[in-house]
């Protein structure tokens, strides 16, 4: 005798489905193959680089995370005439350009963030200064068909990415193993670096960045000089006291601060759009409305082409 339906188990083909998940729409979407993708390319990167040292597979980590926080910025920020090209340039620009004239300018400035003016005057201005110029270089190349804030924003931002991931390997490479030797403590540095570093730079230089933008507007040097210097400095600011009060309240309130300055110009800018004005609720009317007879002629009028 067979088993009644209600006891038998379900088919194969119903508990791995492949060709139903196969033909779904789901799964031609770009955020499902995004989610793939973060899954399976570092598996697939540090498969590839296991044989050639660790500085290829911080690179290869370093690029994951900043490749994960330029998904969540894009879809953030939407910026509306920044191209691939344009972005590759930016890339390419600030992995030549930004981390050595950082150190240069950091060095003849004798950084030290023990001191609060020190630290924003000789670590915040030369980083952020180092992370900007890539960024204005790019607005006066497209000045002519020009470019909005919120745009320079993200390329700023994208900069900043750039350059902390850059300064998370060289940190996990040559700093993180000299000072701490190994153990938990290097473990958790090198995390932070590779995941909160980039997106603080990210922050801040595409704060600055929004103000080159605005600049941009401008004809008139002594404005343009002096709306890139207020972006400047205000990151600056905030670059130098976090550096200075790293690991404390402080810094949490400045990461607080800087999120929530990004998140003002990238969604609202510099005047928020006016609030909608409240229209008056009229009361429904106690009986339905009756619709012109079709008998009669009448048509169906402008309710019935809504029902239809």
Request: glycine letters at 12%.
């Amino acid at each position: 005798m067979t088993a009644p339906s209600s006891e038998r188990l379900p088919d194969v083909g119903l508990l791995f489905p492949f060709r139903a998940w196969v033909r779904h729409p789901v799964v031609r979407a770009w955020t499902t193959w995004l989610f793939v993708g973060l899954a399976l390319v570092p598996v697939l990167a540090r498969f590839l680089t296991q044989d050639s040292g660790g500085t290829d597979q911080a690179w290869m980590f370093a690029a994951y995370f900043a490749a994960a926080w330029f998904g969540v910025l894009w879809m953030l920020v939407r910026p509306q005439a920044v191209s691939g090209g344009l972005l590759a340039v930016l890339c390419v620009a600030a992995l030549v350009v930004e981390g050595p004239l950082a150190i240069v300018l950091e060095r003849a400035l004798d950084s030290d963030t023990d001191d609060l003016a020190l630290s924003i005057l000789t670590v915040g201005v030369p980083e952020e200064f180092a992370k900007l110029l890539p960024v204005v270089a790019l607005a006066l190349y497209v000045r002519r068909r020009g470019l909005a804030p919120r745009d320079a924003l993200f390329l700023g931002a994208v900069s900043g990415l750039v350059f902390g991931a850059a300064e998370a390997v060289t940190y996990v490479t040559e700093y993180i193993p000299l000072v701490s030797g190994g153990g938990v403590d290097a473990s958790l540095a090198s995390v932070w670096r590779f995941v909160v570093g980039p997106l603080l730079h990210a922050l801040w230089a595409g704060v600055s960045g929004y103000f080159v933008g605005l600049a941009a507007q401008y004809r008139r040097p002594g404005h343009i000089v002096a709306l890139t210097a207020v972006g400047l400095g205000a990151t600056a600011l905030l670059h130098g006291v976090y550096d200075y009060a790293a690991g404390g309240f402080v810094a949490v309130l400045i990461v607080l601060v800087s999120v929530l300055l990004f998140l003002g110009y990238a969604r609202i800018g510099l005047l928020g759009s006016p609030a909608p004005q409240q229209v008056p609720i009229v009361d429904p009317p106690t009986m339905p409305v009756a619709l012109p007879s079709l008998a009669s002629g009448g048509g169906l009028g402008v309710a019935g082409r809504h029902a239809r």
